[in-house]
């Protein structure tokens, strides 16, 4: 097999088969296949597209491009959840108690974040003696006793991916939906999922602008777990605003706690109803999505989702007791609000900067190697289509430098306050085919 033939045959629109893609992929991974010619097949598939076929044998060759967790010793069907990422997203800290306390095995394996974007081993860390260097052995063993635990990312998980994405980045072929639906899927099936619930987040905190845009990723992908045997599920669900109110790290975990008691904001609330529901129903613990609900509402009432919430953190050496005190997590210095200019209705707090002021804080990496400062961050106390005075702390910053004017001009620069405004929609659509 020659690459330039299959380049040539993608390139005038023909369909590749499985070897080529195999061949392109394994060739790749190993340094046969220079990058000049990696970009250009790549570059052909941005304008050619890829049929069914052809993205689930692209993602199913980048799986086998390096390790693949082998979870076979967890009982029951594994289900991963996938956020496209946002601002102030939550969810994984309260789904992953949650829907292991109705039964669903979480074998989370989690990165930490970069730029404006949250990790959640981040987040966990805030819990004093919490780690994720777990052996393989443990995690599983954690997993059939307690339901959930999280573990670092392993090194060599799709390499061909990694390479890959490092070179669409530089040659304008990121954006192309076969590409990123592969590159996605091909990451959660080699840590081990058997069923996938995807969260393709749209707005302009998202990688994915429009509704549109949105929606035919989460097609793309739903398709190609289906395709490759793994019952997978999507929804579209807005991040236009920061989601809940708290962003940053110990904040985080303080509103994941709360909203594991069911006190948490209406939004994170709602969002993680749905997924969980969808958690539930993929992996065979309840007949539908109605009955779903029911379980994870339960669980939050009885208290035995914040209870797996504490056994979770203890199990890997956190501080479990922060489940009845939070004010054991770390606390920054000065607590600083952000007053309303004017009166009127939330209008727009525009996620991705929001994200930056709270980067600016430290809650946030500029480069992998940079070091966070886990107290610090945002609680927003005005979400878009409330109503606000003048002179009413629209949020409160925690922070441990007393001067942050670079951060209020931020933020007010990204808060916009109308005379006239509505609630936004928070879940566009569900998509199951
Ligand atoms: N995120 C990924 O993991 N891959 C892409 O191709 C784009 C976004
Ligand atoms: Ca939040």
Same mark, same amino acid.
């Given at each position: 097999m020659r690459m330039v033939d299959i380049i040539e045959k993608k390139r005038d629109g023909q369909i590749l088969t499985k070897q080529e893609i195999e061949y392109f992929i394994n060739e790749y991974t190993n340094d046969n296949i220079p990058d000049y010619q =990696?970009?250009?097949?790549?570059?052909?598939?941005?304008? &050619?597209?890829?049929?069914?076929?052809?993205?689930?044998?692209?993602?199913? =060759?980048?799986?086998?491009?390096? !390790?693949v967790i082998d979870l076979s010793d967890i009982e029951g069907i594994k289900v991963d959840k996938h956020s496209t990422g946002g601002v102030g997203d939550t969810t994984t800290l309260v789904l992953a108690p949650l829907v292991a306390s109705v039964g669903v095995p979480v074998a989370k394996m989690s990165g930490r974040g970069?730029?404006?974007?949250?990790?959640?081993?981040?987040?966990? #860390?805030?819990?004093?003696g919490f780690h994720v260097e777990i052996s393989e052995d443990k995690f599983v063993k954690l997993v059939n006793e307690a339901k959930v635990a999280v573990i670092g990312q392993s090194g060599n998980l799709t390499p061909a991916d990694k390479k890959l994405y490092g070179l669409r980045d530089v040659t304008g072929t990121v954006n192309s939906i076969p590409l990123i639906a592969s590159s996605i899927m091909s990451k959660k099936i080699a840590a081990g999922a058997d069923a996938i619930v995807l969260d393709v987040k749209t707005g302009n905190g998202a990688f994915m602008k429009t509704i549109e845009e949105a929606e035919a990723l989460a097609h793309a992908m739903v398709r190609i777990g289906n395709n490759v045997g793994r019952n997978t599920m999507a929804i579209i669900s807005d991040m236009g605003q920061p989601l809940g109110n708290a962003i940053g790290n110990a904040l985080e975990v303080k509103e994941a706690i709360e909203t594991l008691q069911g006190k948490g904001p209406k939004d994170l609330t709602e969002l993680v109803m749905t997924l969980g529901s969808q958690m539930i129903v993929v992996g065979g613990k309840a007949k539908d999505l109605g009955e779903a609900r029911q379980l994870l509402e339960n669980a939050i009432q009885?208290?035995?989702?914040? #209870?797996?919430?504490?056994?979770?953190? #203890?199990? &890997?050496?956190? !501080? +479990?007791?922060v489940v009845d005190d939070v004010e054991k997590l770390p606390q920054a210095k000065y607590q600083i609000e952000l007053l309303a200019?004017?009166?009127?209705?939330?209008?727009?707090i525009v996620a991705n900067e929001i994200g930056v002021a709270s980067m600016?804080?430290? =809650?946030?990496? &500029?480069?992998?190697? !940079?070091?966070? !400062?886990?107290?610090? +961050?945002?609680?927003?106390?005005?979400k878009v289509g409330d109503k606000v005075n003048e002179g009413e702390a629209l949020l409160t910053i925690h922070s441990n430098k007393e001067q942050i004017d670079d951060v209020k001009d931020k933020l007010n620069q990204n808060i916009t306050i109308s005379q006239t405004g509505t609630e936004p929609t928070l879940i566009h659509k569900i998509i199951t085919e």
């Amino acid at each position: 097999m020659r690459m330039v033939d299959i380049i040539e045959k993608k390139r005038d629109g023909q369909i590749l088969t499985k070897q080529e893609i195999e061949y392109f992929i394994n060739e790749y991974t190993n340094d046969n296949i220079p990058d000049y010619q =990696a970009s250009s097949l790549a570059m052909a598939i941005y304008f &050619q597209d890829m049929n069914d076929d052809e993205r689930a044998a692209l993602t199913m =060759a980048m799986v086998n491009s390096g !390790d693949v967790i082998d979870l076979s010793d967890i009982e029951g069907i594994k289900v991963d959840k996938h956020s496209t990422g946002g601002v102030g997203d939550t969810t994984t800290l309260v789904l992953a108690p949650l829907v292991a306390s109705v039964g669903v095995p979480v074998a989370k394996m989690s990165g930490r974040g970069l730029g404006h974007t949250g990790g959640t081993i981040d987040k966990l #860390e805030s819990v004093e003696g919490f780690h994720v260097e777990i052996s393989e052995d443990k995690f599983v063993k954690l997993v059939n006793e307690a339901k959930v635990a999280v573990i670092g990312q392993s090194g060599n998980l799709t390499p061909a991916d990694k390479k890959l994405y490092g070179l669409r980045d530089v040659t304008g072929t990121v954006n192309s939906i076969p590409l990123i639906a592969s590159s996605i899927m091909s990451k959660k099936i080699a840590a081990g999922a058997d069923a996938i619930v995807l969260d393709v987040k749209t707005g302009n905190g998202a990688f994915m602008k429009t509704i549109e845009e949105a929606e035919a990723l989460a097609h793309a992908m739903v398709r190609i777990g289906n395709n490759v045997g793994r019952n997978t599920m999507a929804i579209i669900s807005d991040m236009g605003q920061p989601l809940g109110n708290a962003i940053g790290n110990a904040l985080e975990v303080k509103e994941a706690i709360e909203t594991l008691q069911g006190k948490g904001p209406k939004d994170l609330t709602e969002l993680v109803m749905t997924l969980g529901s969808q958690m539930i129903v993929v992996g065979g613990k309840a007949k539908d999505l109605g009955e779903a609900r029911q379980l994870l509402e339960n669980a939050i009432q009885n208290g035995s989702a914040l #209870e797996t919430f504490r056994t979770f953190l #203890e199990n &890997q050496d956190g !501080d +479990g007791s922060v489940v009845d005190d939070v004010e054991k997590l770390p606390q920054a210095k000065y607590q600083i609000e952000l007053l309303a200019p004017k009166s009127g209705i939330v209008t727009e707090i525009v996620a991705n900067e929001i994200g930056v002021a709270s980067m600016m804080l430290g =809650a946030g990496r &500029q480069t992998k190697e !940079d070091d966070i !400062d886990l107290s610090v +961050g945002l609680i927003l106390h005005k979400k878009v289509g409330d109503k606000v005075n003048e002179g009413e702390a629209l949020l409160t910053i925690h922070s441990n430098k007393e001067q942050i004017d670079d951060v209020k001009d931020k933020l007010n620069q990204n808060i916009t306050i109308s005379q006239t405004g509505t609630e936004p929609t928070l879940i566009h659509k569900i998509i199951t085919e």
